[in-house]
């Protein structure tokens, strides 16, 4: 069984799809997996994580080119992070302006949700365009 996508919830999930696509790209089972990230406001930490993060995410063969932050803040982890990711899920309350300007720059595959409406709709619609494109590309 192969997933055909892995979708990861917050900042620390994000490191899912740094290390699937570093430490596991020649790995069969998941060469075709796309990677979605959802980003939500509420999941935004304050203060920079410790010196010596990137240095920790880091294992076994990957690089400074794989994970190199600009620092440890929120924003600058994540921005790092989406680098691997395949499309985004956003919430409906505003994301940090750093992360947000770092997403409409991506052109990546966007579905956005509002608790208040229909949440199941928009990522499904996304799963299936994720899908679709990649049974068409094989």
């Given at each position: ?6 979708h990861?919830?917050g ?7 740094v ?11 998941f ?6 990230q ?16 990137a240095?920790?995410v880091?294992?076994e ?19 790092e ?17 750093e992360v ?6 991506l052109?990546?595959?966007l ?8 949440i199941?709709?928009?990522v ?5 365009q994720?899908?679709?494109d ?5």
């Amino acid at each position: 069984w192969a997933p055909d996508l892995i979708h990861c919830h917050g900042w620390m999930t994000s490191l899912v799809g740094v290390y699937l696509k570093n430490l596991y790209q020649n790995e069969p089972v998941f060469q075709n997996t796309k990677v979605i990230q959802s980003l939500y406001a509420t999941d935004a930490f304050s203060e920079p994580l410790r010196d010596g993060f990137a240095e920790k995410v880091r294992m076994e063969d990957m690089t400074e080119e794989s994970f190199n932050p600009e620092n440890t803040s929120y924003a600058s982890v994540l921005k790092e992070s989406l680098k691997y990711a395949d499309a985004i899920v956003v919430g409906a309350e505003p994301l940090d302006s750093e992360v947000q300007k770092h997403i409409d720059q991506l052109n990546l595959p966007l579905a956005t949700i509002n608790p208040e409406e229909d949440i199941v709709g928009p990522v499904l619609d996304l799963y299936e365009q994720l899908i679709e494109d990649s049974v068409l590309a094989d």
